[in-house]
């Protein structure tokens, strides 16, 4: 474990993983440098691969059954890192057990999440989607620094393109990852645009353009535009196949840009970094110098922050709900790009899988 936890700091939380792919080991790795949580168990569906990973992180004990898990006594918190289409069942069970959930993104759907997060209002437990970036000190500065840096935000601009074209990919199965790059990647675009253009302010319309892979169905591509009753509009894109990485983001007002090479990522040692341009720095969309470049630096990355304001929420009841409410409204902004937005109603159309379950 870490060493570098403080007494103010809140007390470690003992971890069970459900899931065992490639983002659980990564977050695996990330608890075995918190101060604020250690690996007590691993479920999968196969023994030897849960004993497998159990072995290669350091997980106290191994399961083939995640109900088997939840019954455990030594477990406070339950990741749970499925596909998006078996989160449900297992994040609501989590909290009947009374532990914590820390869900993976996205959501099945909007009334899904909200079943979720029900279970654990009701249960009394912590719950909080496992999006990194918004935990790393760079967004609060960014936040702070917003309007001084670029007089009131109207606009952002954001892309998350990656290349991934091996139909093998647990991504390209619509039945287990429905909404595809729209959720694997999209969730980002959504969130950014909310932390930092309307944290608060209700929708106006959603226009949105999605590109499907032929063979599977499945949603590899989306871009398209959201206008927000503030006066402000979210433009962004997504996509699987993309040429090459693009995970950036703009944040413009009449005075200034604030620019992120990368806004989901950041620099080993947990820096991560933004430029902004200022009054006179930009003509006609051009940008006439290399604007002022900050470096915000961190003792912890932002995947190691997000286990300690967990740690933090499962303390302290008073701090869940602005994170429930911020899974909840990026969620809302996935299905109305999905499935459409009624602008006379002010809310998303149902997912027809959620009309079919009615």
């Known amino acids: 474990m870490n060493s570098r936890a403080t007494p103010a700091d809140p007390p470690p939380l003992r971890w069970g993983f459900v899931g065992t792919g490639n ?4 977050m695996a790795d990330v ?11 691993v479920a999968s569906r196969r023994m030897e691969t849960a004993a497998a990973f159990a072995t290669a992180h350091g997980a106290g004990e191994a399961f083939d059954s995640w109900e088997r898990m939840l019954a455990r006594d030594g477990i406070d918190a339950v990741y749970v890192a499925t596909p998006t289409a078996l989160r449900e069942e297992i994040c609501v069970a989590a909290a009947a057990a009374g ?3 820390l869900g993976e993104k996205p959501f099945a759907s909007l009334r899904s999440l909200q079943r979720i997060t029900a279970a654990c209002r009701e249960n009394g437990v912590a719950f909080m989607d496992a999006t990194h970036f918004v935990h790393h000190p760079r967004t609060a500065r960014v936040l702070a620094r917003a309007e001084e840096l670029t007089g009131r935000p109207r606009s952002l601009d954001s ?21 595809g790059a729209l959720g694997d990647l999209g969730w980002y675009n ?7 253009l309307a944290p608060d ?14 063979p599977t169905g499945v949603i590899i591509a989306g871009e398209g535009s959201i206008d927000f009753a503030n006066d402000t509009v979210s433009t962004w894109r997504c996509g699987f196949d993309a040429d090459r990485v693009s995970i950036g983001l703009t944040l413009s007002g009449s005075r200034g840009r604030i620019h992120m090479e ?6 080993e ?3 991560a970094s933004y430029r902004y341009w200022t009054d006179g720095y930009w003509t006609d969309g051009a940008c006439e110098n290399a604007g002022t470049t900050v470096r915000v630096d961190s003792s912890q990355s932002g995947p190691g922050l997000m286990f300690r304001n967990f740690a933090a929420d499962a303390r302290d009841p008073t701090l869940r709900e602005p994170r429930m409410h911020a899974a909840e409204r990026t969620q809302a902004l996935l299905d109305a790009v999905r499935v459409g937005f009624d602008p006379v109603k002010g809310s998303q159309q149902e997912p027809r899988d959620e009309q079919q379950r009615g």
């Open 201 to 214: 302010s209700a929708v106006r319309s959603v226009s949105a353009r999605l590109r499907h892979d032929e």
């Open 262 to 267: 990368n806004f989901v990522g950041e620099e």
């Open 159 to 179: 892309s998350f393109l990656i290349s991934l074209t091996d139909r093998g990919d647990i991504r390209y199965d619509p039945a287990l990852e429905p909404l």
């Open 269 to 271: 040692g947990g820096t």
């Open 99 to 101: 532990k914590h959930v």
């Open 190 to 196: 959504m969130r950014a645009a909310l932390e930092y």
């Open 31 to 41: 608890v075995g440098r918190s101060p604020w949580a250690e690996l007590a168990a």
């Open 23 to 26: 983002i659980a080991g990564w």
